[in-house]
């Protein structure tokens, strides 16, 4: 299976939030996307999308819908943004104070 390159954050969303990765196989994109609830709580989503190239414009488009060749690549992506977002939570969890038991 091919490797998938770490991408920077885009650009914005148009609440101003941006993606905290960026992960690709192929022609398949995984963008993890942080959130935070109404009482302060963070998670995490992440969207699929699939990259093809416009037949009359020629132009670069995405989907999400994803072919049967492209669920390996899907996995792939899915199981490297568990572990990015895993990291991230370890890494905020870390920087907690310990609550009593």
């Not at 991408?7 to 609440?15: G, I, Q, V, W």
């Not at 990765?21 to 995984?30: D, F, V, Y």
């Amino acid at each position: 299976m091919q490797r998938s390159e770490s991408k920077p954050p885009a650009a914005p969303a148009p609440n101003g939030n941006r993606p905290v990765q960026t992960l690709r196989h192929r022609s398949i994109k995984a963008t993890i996307w942080r959130n935070e609830g109404e009482k302060g709580q963070v998670f995490f989503n992440v969207v699929v999308s699939r990259s093809f190239r416009d037949k009359e414009s020629g132009d670069w488009r995405e989907t999400p819908s994803i072919g049967y060749d492209d669920l390996m690549n899907v996995a792939a992506l899915m199981y490297e943004a568990h572990a990015f977002i895993s990291s991230l939570m370890a890494k905020a969890a870390a920087g907690r104070p310990k609550q009593p038991r």
